[in-house]
């Protein structure tokens, strides 16, 4: 199936700065793709030369099968929404949904069908008549949501909509969302640097960091393969557990350093050829076994508990093996105090190794 | 085994120490009440202290020593040409009479023309409305321009305008003659209302600017997404939202306009003089007794439009000042 959008070698340039550089990405018909990265990226970048808000430097984009690069923002067949909601303060919400409708020029009740259709997806029908200054953070945002739906694009961007609304907000936004993508199967490209949002909404999440991809993958798949450091880094809290060490060891392959030396049997290599030389391990605080599971894993360490921070569900530990610092999940229902000493146990096919010069994974 | 009471007592004396009441003879345990000792509550506050005494006082003072001026040429305009030469000017007037006031708008005489002030006022009015629209469009689309629509050039646009507005009025007086004249202008009210525009274009497009580059960018990129244009942008978002900067912007045109002097005198001619240009001629001429009442009347006349002006938009002035000042 042709992608709904396809972007070519592009480059964004801020005089000598280079934003974006020789980009390639293709997004499916009706996918969900999350852009995801810390603040600088190119994430939001990336987003505006798609909608056509900055004028890119090199490279095509394509939308629908059509060469869009040099169009503007309103001819690209897409419907945006801004983390500040940049709703128009003084129309009220239906003027809001049908200020774009009236400026493409569409016959009034055409208009008015299509801001209470919106209306009624949104459940925003009694907010219509209201001021953007009278409705709370969620109405807001619902509404800058409908006036990219009124549009009917193929294409939905989102920038960060949800970084200004309070966690609990953010959580039911976040389902409603997905919901209307599952609903209306639009292609959607969604800018977060909140890694839960990630996770939970997109098909796919391209991890963005100065200007480049790092991966492009399933939410499963980055989190079970980070390709890199970073990405391992990057997905998960708390994050990733590091030990620095070396691959080595001939016929049963070890990964060891002063204070381990653990087997890698069942370690699932990229390249099986050359794994040899300084590394990475990485392990999840996750997948880090406790209690009984952990007297029956392949390796085992005795660690003292440093630090807790009990969350109801899990508590986590920071706690303290021989010389190596790192984190660990325990049971929500468990109380460990600091200075408990507790068995530790780790399986080879659920740590991640990664070349100590490139950090890319082996 | 101790003795109950005496324990009892002991404990009573402890208490009662603690409370920092050691010349109470109660013997009954305090309750919950008395036991908040100390400072508790709201903070008593003194209307008469000494500071409010030193900012209300020192307010009043200076008040008093701005309003006084008003106030003497107020009761000077009420009085007869006798009653002045008396030489009281801080007195009420006893016989109020409102003839300075009617001889200063339609009577008086300013070199052949002698129908008062009036001439001057409507002179003004006709300089006034067209070069306050004129130089607040102009300059509000070009502060748009400059703040939302990054082209080529802009900010070199921009020095030069910023530059313009520190070289000295008096460096362009004769060029602007000339050119003035060149186009046929010279000494017409179109010419003056030119130089009024031109004039007022720098210090307004920096207004307007900060103003529109205070507004969130997201705002403006939704309005593309949703097909505005340039126009469509600047009348249907742009403008409806900078309510307070345009009264800003008027009421700096009005008293600028309002209170020029000198451009009114040098490019317009005596039939088309400004209110103020007027107003010197009746005080300052020289021929006959000077009629104080009626200078004073004629003074008070002229600065009515600017007065009004500020008491009308006061509010919106002071807000629409801070609201530029957020960011530049």
């Given at each position: 199936?042709?992608?709904?959008?396809?972007?070519?070698?592009?480059?964004?340039?801020?005089?000598?700065?280079?934003?974006?550089?020789?980009?390639?990405?293709?997004?499916?018909?009706?996918?969900?793709?999350?852009?995801?990265?810390?603040?600088?990226?190119?994430?939001?970048?990336?987003?505006?030369?798609?909608?056509g808000?900055?004028d890119i430097?090199?490279?095509q984009i394509?939308?629908?099968?059509?060469n869009v690069t040099w169009e503007e923002?309103?001819k690209r067949?897409?419907?945006?929404?801004?983390?500040?909601?940049?709703?128009?303060?003084?129309?009220?919400?239906?003027?809001?949904?049908?200020?774009?409708?009236?400026?493409?020029?569409?016959?009034?009740?055409?208009?008015?069908?299509?801001?209470?259709?919106?209306?009624?997806?949104?459940?925003?029908?009694?907010?219509?008549?209201?001021?953007?200054?009278?409705?709370?953070?969620?109405?807001?945002?619902?509404?800058?949501?409908?006036?990219?739906?009124?549009?009917?694009?193929?294409?939905?961007?989102?920038?960060?909509?949800?970084?200004?609304?309070?966690?609990?907000?953010?959580?039911?936004?976040?389902?409603?969302?997905?919901?209307?993508?599952?609903?209306?199967?639009?292609?959607?490209?969604?800018?977060?640097?909140?890694?839960?949002?990630?996770?939970?909404?997109?098909?796919?999440?391209?991890?963005?960091?100065?200007?480049?991809?790092?991966?492009?993958?399933?939410?499963?798949?980055?989190?079970?393969?980070?390709?890199?450091?970073?990405?391992?880094?990057?997905?998960?809290?708390?994050?990733?557990?590091?030990?620095?060490?070396?691959?080595?060891?001939?016929?049963?392959?070890?990964?060891?350093?002063?204070?381990?030396?653990?087997?890698?049997?069942?370690?699932?290599?990229?390249?099986?050829?050359?794994?040899?030389?300084?590394?990475?391990?990485?392990?999840?605080?996750?997948?880090?076994?406790?209690?009984?599971?952990?007297?029956?894993?392949?390796?085992?360490?005795?660690?003292?508990?440093?630090?807790?921070?009990?969350?109801?569900?899990?508590?986590?530990?920071?706690?303290?093996?021989?010389?190596?610092?790192?984190?660990?999940?325990?049971?929500?229902?468990?109380?460990?105090?600091?200075?408990?000493?507790?068995?530790?146990?780790?399986?080879?096919?659920?740590?991640?190794?990664?070349?100590?010069?490139?950090?890319?994974?082996? | 085994?101790?003795?109950?009471?005496?324990?009892?007592?002991?404990?009573?004396?402890?208490?009662?120490?603690?409370?920092?009441?050691?010349?109470?003879?109660?013997?009954?345990?305090?309750?919950?009440?008395?036991?908040?000792?100390?400072?508790?509550?709201?903070?008593?506050?003194?209307?008469?202290?000494?500071?409010?005494?030193?900012?209300?006082?020192?307010?009043?003072?200076?008040?008093?020593?701005?309003?006084?001026?008003?106030?003497?040429?107020?009761?000077?305009?009420?009085?007869?040409?006798?009653?002045?030469?008396?030489?009281?000017?801080?007195?009420?007037?006893?016989?109020?009479?409102?003839?300075?006031?009617?001889?200063?708008?339609?009577?008086?005489?300013?070199?052949?023309?002698?129908?008062?002030?009036?001439?001057?006022?409507?002179?003004?009015?006709?300089?006034?409305?067209?070069?306050?629209?004129?130089?607040?469009?102009?300059?509000?689309?070009?502060?748009?321009?400059?703040?939302?629509?990054?082209?080529?050039?802009?900010?070199?646009?921009?020095?030069?305008?910023?530059?313009?507005?520190?070289?000295?009025?008096?460096?362009?007086?004769?060029?602007?003659?000339?050119?003035?004249?060149?186009?046929?202008?010279?000494?017409?009210?179109?010419?003056?209302?030119?130089?009024?525009?031109?004039?007022?274009?720098?210090?307004?497009?920096?207004?307007?600017?900060?103003?529109?580059?205070?507004?969130?960018?997201?705002?403006?990129?939704?309005?593309?997404?949703?097909?505005?244009?340039?126009?469509?942008?600047?009348?249907?978002?742009?403008?409806?939202?900078?309510?307070?900067?345009?009264?800003?912007?008027?009421?700096?045109?009005?008293?600028?306009?309002?209170?020029?002097?000198?451009?009114?005198?040098?490019?317009?001619?005596?039939?088309?003089?400004?209110?103020?240009?007027?107003?010197?001629?009746?005080?300052?001429?020289?021929?006959?007794?000077?009629?104080?009442?009626?200078?004073?009347?004629?003074?008070?006349?002229?600065?009515?439009?600017?007065?009004?002006?500020?008491?009308?938009?006061?509010?919106?002035?002071?807000?629409?000042?801070?609201?530029?000042?957020?960011?530049?």
């Amino acid at each position: 199936m042709e992608p709904s959008i396809s972007i070519n070698q592009l480059s964004l340039n801020f005089g000598a700065l280079n934003v974006l550089r020789d980009l390639n990405l293709e997004v499916g018909q009706g996918e969900f793709l999350v852009l995801l990265g810390s603040s600088g990226c190119g994430k939001s970048t990336l987003l505006n030369c798609i909608a056509g808000l900055l004028d890119i430097s090199g490279g095509q984009i394509f939308i629908g099968g059509r060469n869009v690069t040099w169009e503007e923002p309103s001819k690209r067949g897409i419907g945006m929404v801004f983390q500040s909601y940049a709703l128009y303060p003084q129309m009220t919400v239906a003027g809001n949904l049908s200020f774009g409708l009236k400026n493409a020029g569409l016959p009034k009740d055409e208009i008015k069908a299509r801001v209470d259709r919106t209306a009624k997806v949104l459940q925003i029908e009694p907010l219509l008549d209201r001021k953007p200054a009278a409705l709370s953070g969620g109405q807001r945002q619902r509404a800058a949501i409908g006036r990219a739906l009124v549009r009917d694009a193929d294409v939905f961007l989102f920038d960060e909509p949800l970084s200004n609304l309070d966690a609990k907000l953010r959580a039911d936004l976040r389902v409603e969302i997905k919901q209307l993508h599952q609903k209306l199967k639009n292609t959607m490209i969604y800018v977060t640097h909140d890694q839960i949002e990630a996770m939970t909404l997109a098909d796919r999440i391209a991890i963005m960091r100065g200007g480049n991809i790092l991966q492009l993958a399933s939410p499963h798949e980055i989190y079970n393969r980070p390709a890199n450091k970073y990405v391992a880094k990057f997905i998960g809290s708390p994050s990733m557990n590091f030990f620095d060490g070396q691959v080595g060891g001939g016929d049963s392959l070890h990964f060891s350093n002063n204070d381990l030396s653990l087997p890698l049997t069942g370690y699932d290599f990229v390249d099986p050829a050359a794994p040899y030389g300084n590394a990475y391990l990485g392990v999840r605080p996750e997948h880090v076994m406790t209690g009984p599971e952990a007297s029956q894993a392949p390796v085992q360490i005795e660690a003292e508990i440093e630090l807790v921070e009990p969350l109801g569900s899990d508590t986590f530990a920071r706690v303290l093996a021989r010389e190596m610092v790192l984190w660990v999940r325990l049971d929500g229902q468990a109380t460990p105090h600091p200075g408990d000493q507790i068995l530790l146990g780790i399986d080879p096919s659920r740590v991640h190794l990664f070349d100590k010069t490139t950090e890319e994974r082996l | 085994m101790g003795n109950p009471i005496k324990n009892a007592s002991v404990v009573n004396l402890d208490t009662r120490r603690m409370t920092a009441f050691p010349t109470s003879t109660t013997t009954q345990p305090l309750n919950a009440q008395e036991e908040m000792v100390g400072p508790q509550g709201r903070k008593p506050g003194k209307i008469l202290s000494r500071r409010n005494i030193f900012i209300y006082g020192t307010l009043t003072l200076v008040a008093l020593y701005y309003l006084l001026p008003l106030y003497v040429m107020v009761v000077t305009s009420l009085k007869g040409m006798p009653e002045i030469r008396l030489g009281n000017i801080f007195s009420p007037p006893l016989e109020v009479t409102f003839q300075p006031w009617v001889k200063a708008w339609s009577e008086a005489c300013t070199g052949l023309n002698c129908d008062g002030l009036s001439r001057g006022f409507w002179n003004s009015v006709k300089i006034l409305i067209p070069s306050v629209i004129l130089s607040i469009s102009i300059a509000s689309v070009n502060g748009y321009a400059l703040a939302n629509w990054r082209f080529k050039g802009a900010e070199t646009f921009f020095t030069i305008l910023i530059v313009g507005a520190f070289i000295p009025y008096q460096v362009m007086i004769y060029p602007i003659v000339i050119m003035l004249r060149e186009v046929g202008l010279y000494g017409s009210l179109t010419g003056l209302v030119l130089v009024h525009s031109v004039f007022g274009m720098p210090i307004l497009t920096l207004l307007f600017r900060n103003y529109f580059s205070s507004v969130p960018q997201e705002l403006f990129k939704a309005a593309r997404v949703d097909g505005a244009g340039f126009w469509a942008i600047y009348f249907r978002i742009m403008v409806p939202m900078s309510l307070p900067i345009f009264v800003v912007a008027m009421i700096l045109q009005v008293t600028g306009i309002w209170n020029d002097f000198l451009f009114g005198v040098i490019y317009t001619k005596p039939d088309l003089y400004p209110m103020t240009v007027q107003l010197n001629n009746i005080v300052n001429s020289t021929q006959g007794v000077k009629e104080y009442n009626v200078n004073m009347a004629a003074t008070i006349l002229t600065g009515l439009v600017p007065l009004t002006i500020y008491f009308i938009s006061g509010k919106l002035f002071v807000r629409g000042i801070a609201a530029g000042a957020v960011k530049g």
